[in-house]
């Protein structure tokens, strides 16, 4: 396991085969109870949406773009800046991929680097992300109950892109559920759904503080604490990844051993 995780709700599941059967039978419930989220709003944000928008990008184009790659995941953590610039002074082999996660996106547009996927819940700058899009970054975007309004309000702005539509529960035509539960967790699933040669991390601290880029307004107690609720599910995920066979690495530890 990557992160430290015997003491979380989610432990007991790490160990268990990597599919979509364990994800809605055993994480998402308890997800649901942990976070005490209405599963059925899930379900009314999806339906909502895929009355108009479908995903225009395929899951058999992306296993070609990220099959056997290696993968780097770009989260907006407290230390992001600083392991960015070690990764675009060490970046070279056109192999190589890069995922933002949500508001990490407009630090990466900042230092003029395109992503070559965006996943999101369109919870950062959404300018950011449809610039992006326009040039050239795939929008793997996310809905759940809580951004039914948002995505309504942006993805009129996404079509003439490459997206594709993500969900929680269990996917319909036009959506696919990649696993994961956060877009950090869930970029990491992404890609070890696609057979990634190896994921490296960048800016996952999910530790006790909360970067300008992950939030952009100040939260209040209840919404850190959620928040922190939210980082003990991702590390438990990204170790489900891990222990099913994905070879993940912080990438600062592979720059130090250098």
Same mark, same amino acid.
Request: glycine fraction near 4%.
């Given at each position: ?7 979380? $709700?989610? %432990?007991?599941?790490?160990? %268990?085969?990597?599919? =979509? ?9 308890? $997800?649901?109870?942990?976070? *005490?989220?209405?599963? /059925?709003?899930?379900? !009314?944000?999806?339906?909502? @949406? ?10 058999? *184009?992306?296993?070609?773009?990220? %099959? ?5 995941? =770009?989260?907006?953590? @407290? ?10 002074q060490h970046k070279t082999s056109k192999d190589k991929i890069l995922i933002s +996660? ?7 547009? #900042?230092?003029? $680097? $395109?992503?070559?996927? +965006? ?6 700058? !959404?300018?950011? /992300? @449809? #610039?992006?899009l326009n040039q050239g970054s795939i929008l793997v975007v996310h809905s759940h109950?809580? *951004? ?23 996917? /319909? ?12 967790? &869930? ?11 190896? +994921? ?5 601290? =999910?530790?006790?503080?909360? #970067? ?9 107690? !209840? /919404?850190?604490?959620?928040?922190? &609720?939210k980082f003990e599910i991702a590390k438990s995920v990204v170790n489900w990844c ?17």
């Amino acid at each position: 396991m990557i992160f430290d995780t015997k003491e979380s $709700i989610f %432990h007991k599941y790490e160990k %268990h085969d990597f599919t =979509l059967h364990n994800w809605l039978t055993h994480w998402y419930p308890q $997800i649901c109870n942990y976070l *005490n989220l209405d599963s /059925q709003m899930d379900f !009314i944000s999806l339906e909502t @949406i895929l009355t108009e928008y479908s995903s225009n990008y395929s899951e058999n *184009n992306l296993k070609l773009k990220l %099959h056997n790659k290696d993968i780097f995941i =770009l989260a907006p953590g @407290i230390y992001m800046e600083e392991e960015f610039g070690e990764y675009l002074q060490h970046k070279t082999s056109k192999d190589k991929i890069l995922i933002s +996660i949500d508001g990490a996106t407009s630090y990466a547009i #900042s230092r003029d $680097i $395109i992503p070559d996927l +965006i996943v999101t819940d369109f919870d950062g700058k !959404i300018e950011d /992300q @449809i #610039s992006a899009l326009n040039q050239g970054s795939i929008l793997v975007v996310h809905s759940h109950g809580d *951004n039914l309004e948002t995505l309504r309000k942006y993805l009129p702005e996404i079509v003439s892109g490459s997206f594709m539509i993500t969900t929680q529960i269990k996917p /319909q035509p036009g959506s696919s559920n990649f696993l994961g539960f956060t877009d950090g967790d &869930r970029a990491v699933c992404l890609a070890t759904m696609m057979s990634a040669k190896k +994921i490296f991390l960048l800016g996952f601290d =999910l530790s006790s503080s909360i #970067s300008s880029y992950s939030k952009p307004s100040p939260l209040d107690s !209840i /919404q850190r604490d959620r928040k922190f &609720r939210k980082f003990e599910i991702a590390k438990s995920v990204v170790n489900w990844c891990v222990y099913n066979g994905q070879k993940i690495y912080f990438y600062k530890d592979q720059v130090n051993s250098k």
